[in-house]
């Protein structure tokens, strides 16, 4: 059995880009699967040259082809990193500035007929959940019998994370958070006022033991609540102008202030606490003593450090590739 697992965009390098919301179809890749062996994986960064690539995944699955030394027409199964349902949606957003009379999956079918000469039947397409992959992509990976699987990033499939519990080969949900209530948003939005944006919230998580959360920590606490049972909401809309009211905006290039530091802190810190608040409540609740993070926010290695060291697990398993590359090797 070959399968092949693909995330990012679905439009081809020299092809002008579909206007996507920024929090989705980035960081393309491909991983070709033999018999739930890895066979090879790479993303398409590393081929087109384009960081977080957003476009079709072409050189990555003509790499892994030539990999296996195989041809696209004897895979098994092609599989995406989100819903049929969410990519049509997308879809149908673009077309109304301009006509994209396609769905996903005849857009998806025409991709690969056009890059590879190959007719394949819509039997061997699948699209799957996008952070039903993220959290597989870890599980799957990490060696344990049984654990929680907390998968959170910006957005996708119209959700922002699952808790999940991973046991023998079966991932059992147990939570979702709405894109309302996005983490990764909640990071994104406010690094937009320290100049900023997609893609560098490491650095401003690098940035955060500058600074001191306390004096942030009460405008902070305006833009998320912690509720019953590992809930929580984000005010997302709350962030801009509570910013702009109460520090001086920084623009890209121009110098850090001890503002700007303090701000990242407290950052750091609402994260923190709003994904231990949703642990802490998981581990009691299922008497898992095992971790498993996947999804962008995942790569916030101080939070992990911080799980890690708490002791609330007794192991902790990131996938290293925690943002959407990693989706193509939770497909299979
Ligand atoms: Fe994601």
């Known amino acids: 059995m070959l399968c092949l697992g693909l995330s990012g965009g679905l439009d081809r390098v020299f092809e002008s880009s579909l206007e996507l919301p920024n929090t989705f179809l980035h960081d393309g890749a491909a991983v070709l699967v033999r018999d739930g062996r890895v066979i090879a994986a790479?993303?398409?960064?590393?081929?087109?040259?384009?960081?977080?690539?957003?476009?079709?995944?072409?050189?990555?699955?003509?790499?892994?082809?030539?990999?296996?030394?195989?041809?696209?027409?004897?895979?098994?199964?092609?599989?995406?990193?989100?819903?049929?349902?969410?990519?049509?949606?997308?879809?149908?957003?673009?077309?109304a500035s301009r006509p994209v009379p396609l769905d996903a999956k005849l857009l998806l079918r025409q991709l690969l007929a056009r890059e590879f000469g190959a007719e394949i039947d819509s039997s061997r397409l699948s699209f799957v959940n996008h952070h039903e992959a993220h959290a597989v992509s870890a599980f799957a990976m990490s060696g344990f019998d049984e654990s929680l699987v907390l998968a959170i990033d910006g957005g996708g499939?119209?959700?922002?994370?699952?808790?999940?519990?991973?046991?023998?080969?079966?991932?059992?949900?147990?939570?979702?958070?709405?894109?309302?209530?996005?983490?990764?948003?909640?990071?994104?939005?406010?690094?937009?006022?320290?100049?900023?944006?997609?893609?560098?919230?490491?650095?401003?998580?690098?940035?955060?033991?500058?600074g001191d959360p306390a004096?942030?920590?009460?405008?902070?606490?305006?833009?998320?609540?912690?509720?019953?049972?590992?809930?929580?909401?984000?005010?997302?809309?709350?962030?801009?102008?509570?910013?702009?009211?109460?520090?001086?905006?920084?623009?890209?290039?121009?110098?850090?202030?001890?503002?700007?530091?303090?701000?990242?802190?407290?950052?750091?810190?609402?994260?923190?606490?709003?994904?231990?608040?949703?642990?802490?409540?998981?581990?009691?609740?299922?008497?898992?003593?095992?971790?498993?993070?996947?999804?962008?926010v995942a790569h916030n290695c101080t939070l992990n450090g911080k799980l890690l060291y708490s002791a609330l697990f007794d192991d902790i398993f990131v996938q290293p590739a925690a943002h959407d590359a990693g989706c193509a090797l939770g497909l299979h």
Request: aromatic letters at 12%; hydrophobic letters at 40%; one cysteine or more.
């Open 157 to 210: 499939d119209f959700l922002s994370g699952i808790l999940a519990v991973g046991s023998g080969t079966e991932l059992t949900q147990l939570a979702s958070f709405p894109e309302k209530n996005s983490l990764g948003l909640l990071y994104l939005e406010t690094i937009r006022y320290l100049g900023y944006g997609l893609f560098d919230e490491y650095k401003v998580m690098g940035l955060a033991p500058y």
């Open 215 to 296: 004096p942030y920590r009460e405008l902070f606490a305006q833009f998320y609540e912690l509720l019953d049972n590992g809930s929580y909401r984000v005010h997302l809309d709350r962030i801009g102008p509570a910013l702009v009211r109460n520090i001086e905006v920084r623009r890209k290039g121009m110098p850090f202030t001890q503002q700007h530091r303090d701000v990242s802190a407290s950052l750091q810190e609402a994260l923190e606490r709003m994904v231990f608040h949703i642990l802490r409540h998981f581990r009691e609740a299922t008497g898992m003593t095992r971790l498993c993070l996947a999804g962008g």
């Open 42 to 95: 790479v993303e398409e960064e590393r081929l087109n040259r384009v960081k977080h690539s957003n476009k079709f995944p072409s050189n990555s699955i003509r790499y892994c082809l030539s990999i296996a030394g195989v041809e696209l027409g004897e895979i098994d199964r092609i599989a995406f990193y989100a819903t049929e349902a969410y990519c049509n949606t997308v879809i149908e957003r673009l077309s």
